[in-house]
């Protein structure tokens, strides 16, 4: 068993994977693969590669496969690998190898888990992704025309999984080496938070979300870069794409350029200029890895360079000059990490991208989820990352004061009014001054914050220009996509919108206070005010403890409610009828966000319940095969667009404030909170929280009923505790009452005999929060069974309810016949996910019985038509005890539905006790939805 320290504490991790991220990482970075070499490539883990390793098509059978796995903590890079034997056939000509990758084994296949075709659509049908230096598809192909080195443009991402198979029939390749370089595309190092409690399973889950966060912050998204001692130049989006070398040429003579062109599956056709003094010439060839050589002329003195067009992907291996006598007198340094520093090209700032694999955008919304998790994990008074995050949005900020919801990293142009980005949002816009004011509140950064202010105040003025009288935002079709619609057009008071527009007029406020801004203080805090009753006046409903969606949809909307609690926008006693609610919901990003908000209040058991309710733990589970990061959505996707390392649904940074109780209170921790937060679930804690002023070093457990706890205040700060209600309180041995004023020092503390009722969950489950509890279920047919009650409201009962053996139709005499179920939602929902449980009873033929083997799942919109949602042709039944689970996730959000409808056209195997009995049966359903 290895051992790796990642966070301060030991774990076990499995041999053949590295955690990348416990060390301070080489520019090159080969991973310890696993691999099976086999016609089928079925994989096993306990094989390990030993190169050199031969891949062969014979002419009449099938391509050899060779499967590697990168490890659990891969973190995307170029792919870099030598060939050392090169068999060609007569016929097809020379082999080409197909290298795929993907996430999880599921989505391995020949063009690995997603292409340039299932892209990110709400973007726009033409929108060009700005991955690049880096290919939009999962998977490349080289012709092997010759022996030594290739390397690929930037991966996507993540890519645990690596499939490499020939193409060419009658074709051999030797393969002598497969190394993913790191070449600057996440954060290295070790990070200077931890956290460990009593149940392990959250201290592995704060590991994997910094890990998250570290994969997502790149150093930069400059247009070149080196890999495998070549050059890769790029052109960048919204930026120039030229390269010019710093000095001048040493002499006349003659400029060299050895390159080739990767067999883009895409662009079959490559393209460059090389530049010398004033004049350019284009360079164009077939991609086919073919190694040429371009000469130009040069003269003494003269500037030269390289252009590149989008996606064009020149491999660029030399560049020299030779001057007239034939005398080498200047060469590229490309094979070492400083050979770059003498060029002139395109570079950006630090930044947090919303994912690691795919679009590779700053979104400024979902930067506030994340930005805590990194504050948490690494110095937030020396945070490159984040501070030039928060510099993009401000720098992508019309004059109107309209922020770009997801700018391109590298834009050189601040967009003009009327030009809204790639995803127009005013709900994205408003994020900015939240994500700000978060940022000084724990890096203590004034000077970046004070530059920025005057774009607060502009977007303020933007955000008020379109609000009615009582603050309310009035939505414009032009900028109405959100985060929970991602089409133009919805125009409705939505209380999200509404709670976040309080938020960013509290921050605002709060801003104007520290740079001694009265005027807009008071001017915001008022705004803030009449937002407040204006909110509860259109949405609270009383009587049934939540605020509705919107003004046209009544119904509880989960987003909004968590979003109240985890801006504390509610009131105590709100936020104790909201809580019973916030159980579920498909989009982890708002389910990261009830269980944020719930810990806002001190609901720590019930903050914690609603992490258990998503697939934070399945990530443990040693049967994901997935990479170990918090993903998009949290929806543990095994194939497609979705991004497999999201920062927004990590959740260290809930832990470490809502369990660990650190929570800074003035910029730069200059005061900060000390709240522990002992409950049924944590009994103990300790960590590590970086400040600008020092490390805060912390402990706390309970023992014998009472609250046990040392922490510390680094030099310059002042700190307060918060402690359960108790008898005494001892500060180093002597009793006191005074808990704030804490200065620089140590402390131990002891809460004795602390009160029972503060260990005990104050929510209670009066509130309906089963969003599959209120499901009106109706059926083509239906079977009474004589005994055990087989009844349509046996679906929505609990699993343990006595005699309930759930739902079943009427018999048929085989396989072939329809039947079909319908669900009522009641309105028109997002609908997330739909779970089905199979019969499982004694009489069921080996543990499962009734279950379809072929249906689809449709809904049903306003105008009362039915479209398909998912279909299933072999549908494999789950096992008993274990649900089969419909995912409704696109990449434009969830269908929105009035009813669902599971009709079969094939019907499953029958009981044992009727084996002649074809019916269709489950025992029990669930919907997760949201709504609309």
């Given amino acids: 068993m290895t051992e790796s320290f990642f966070g301060g504490r030991p774990y076990a991790i499995k041999p053949g994977i590295l955690l990348a991220a416990a060390f301070a990482v080489t520019m090159v970075l080969a991973h310890p693969c696993s691999a099976a070499l086999r016609e089928n490539f079925s994989f096993a883990s306990d094989d390990s590669v030993k190169y050199p390793i031969s891949l062969s098509y014979p002419a009449d059978g099938k391509s050899q496969v060779l499967r590697l796995d990168l490890g659990e903590s891969s973190f995307g890079g170029y792919a870099v690998f030598d060939v050392s034997a090169v068999k060609s056939s007569p016929e097809k000509g020379s082999p080409i190898l197909r290298v795929a990758y993907a996430n999880h084994p599921d989505g391995l296949g020949e063009k690995g888990c997603f292409s340039r075709e299932t892209s990110a659509r709400y973007l726009g049908p033409t929108f060009d992704i700005p991955a690049l230096p880096g290919n939009i598809n ?489 990479a170990l990061t918090t993903t998009e959505c949290m929806g543990l996707m095994r194939k497609g667009w979705g991004d497999e390392s999201h920062p927004d649904t990590a959740i260290a940074g809930i832990l470490s404030a809502g369990i660990l109780g650190i929570v800074p209170t003035a910029p730069g921790y200059a005061k900060f909170e000390f709240c522990p937060h002992p409950c049924g679930g944590v009994t103990q804690a300790s960590g590590k929280v970086p400040t600008p002023h020092g490390e805060i070093t912390v402990a706390w457990r309970m023992e014998d009923g009472n609250l046990v706890a040392k922490f510390n205040v680094p030099k310059g700060g002042m700190a307060t505790a918060v402690l359960p209600p108790c008898e005494e309180v001892t500060v180093n041995g002597k009793t006191t009452n005074a808990l704030d004023a804490f200065g620089t020092g140590e402390y131990a503390i002891v809460a004795k005999k602390v009160k029972p009722a503060a260990l005990i969950d104050p929510v209670t489950d009066d509130a309906n929060g089963d969003e599959g509890g209120a499901l009106r279920i109706s059926a083509s047919s239906s079977h009474e069974a004589p005994t055990g009650g087989w009844t349509i409201k046996n679906l929505t009962k609990p699993m343990n309810a006595p005699v309930a053996k759930g739902w079943s139709s009427k018999s048929h005499g085989s396989a072939k016949a329809e039947e079909w179920l319908m669900i009522d939602l009641g309105a028109v929902k997002s609908v997330e996910k739909l779970e089905l449980w199979a019969r499982d009873d004694r009489d069921s033929r080996n543990g499962i019985a009734g279950f379809p083997r072929a249906f689809v799942v449709e809904g049903m919109d306003n105008a009362g038509a039915w479209r398909v949602l998912k279909s299933y042709s072999n549908a494999v039944p789950p096992k008993p005890g274990e649900s089969f689970v419909v995912d409704f996730y696109t990449v434009i959000g969830h269908p929105k539905v009035k009813s669902l409808r599971i009709r079969a056209t094939e019907l499953g195997t029958p009981a044992a006790d009727e084996p002649d009995a074809w019916r269709l049966q489950f025992k029990r359903i669930a919907v997760a939805t949201s709504g609309s």
């Fill in 138 to 626: 999962r998977h490349e192909i080289y012709r092997i025309c010759r022996t030594g080195r290739f390397v690929a443009p930037l991966i996507q991402g993540q890519e645990r999984y690596v499939r490499l198979q020939l193409d060419t029939p009658g074709t051999e390749v030797t393969i002598s080496s497969f190394k993913i370089e790191n070449a600057k595309v996440f954060r290295d190092g070790k990070p200077e938070g931890s956290f460990e409690c009593s149940d392990p399973r959250l201290d592995r889950l704060w590991q994997i979300s910094v890990w998250t966060c570290q994969i997502a912050a790149f150093p930069n998204h400059d247009a070149w870069k080196c890999a495998g001692g070549r050059l890769l130049p790029r052109k960048l989006e919204a930026a120039a794409g030229e390269g010019w070398h710093r000095a001048a040429a040493p002499c006349d003579g003659t400029l060299r350029i050895e390159y080739e062109f990767d067999a883009n599956p895409h662009f079959p056709q490559g393209r460059f200029y090389v530049l010398v003094g004033d004049r350019r010439t284009e360079v164009v060839q077939t991609s086919t890895n073919e190694v040429k050589t371009v000469s130009v002329p040069i003269r003494k003195d003269e500037r030269f360079g390289l252009a590149v067009e989008k996606e064009s992907w020149p491999v660029v291996w030399k560049m020299s000059i030779q001057g007239d006598d034939g005398v080498t007198r200047w060469q590229s340094r490309f094979d070492v990490a400083d050979g770059l520093d003498e060029w002139d090209f395109p570079r950006t700032l630090p930044y947090v991208a919303d994912g690691a694999k795919r679009d590779r955008l700053i979104w400024s919304g979902d930067l506030w989820w994340a930005e805590r998790n990194i504050f948490y994990s690494f110095n937030p008074g020396n945070e490159p990352y984040m501070r030039g995050s928060v510099k993009m949005l401000g720098f992508n900020q019309t004059p109107a004061g309209y922020v770009h919801a997801s700018p391109y990293a590298e834009r050189a142009v601040p967009p003009v009014d009327g030009e809204y980005g790639p995803f127009p949002s005013d709900e994205f816009a408003a994020w900015f001054v939240p994500v700000l004011r978060d940022y000084y509140l724990y890096s203590g950064d004034a000077a970046t914050t004070r530059a920025l202010y005057p774009n607060v105040l502009k977007l303020m003025d933007y955000l008020a220009a379109h609000s009615a009288e009582d603050g309310t935002f009035v939505q414009r079709g032009e900028t109405s996509k959100h985060a929970c619609n991602l089409n133009l057009g919805d125009t409705s008071h939505r209380a999200y919108m509404d709670i976040l527009l309080w938020k960013c007029c509290k921050d605002a406020a709060t801003l104007a206070a520290d740079f001694g801004d009265n005027a807009a203080r008071v001017r915001f805090e008022k705004w803030a005010e009449r937002l407040s009753a204006a909110i509860r006046s259109r949405f609270w409903i009383g009587k049934d403890g939540f605020f509705a969606l919107s003004d046209k949809n009544r119904g509880f909307g989960f987003e909004a409610n968590a979003l109240a609690l985890a801006t504390r926008f509610a009131t105590r006693d709100e936020a104790l009828r909201i809580a019973p609610y916030l159980i579920h919901t498909g989009h982890g990003k708002f389910q990261a966000l009830a269980a944020r908000g719930l810990m806002e209040y001190g609901f720590t058991d019930r903050g914690l319940k609603a992490i258990a309710a998503h697939n934070w733990f399945k990530l443990l589970d040693p049967a994901w095969k997935g």
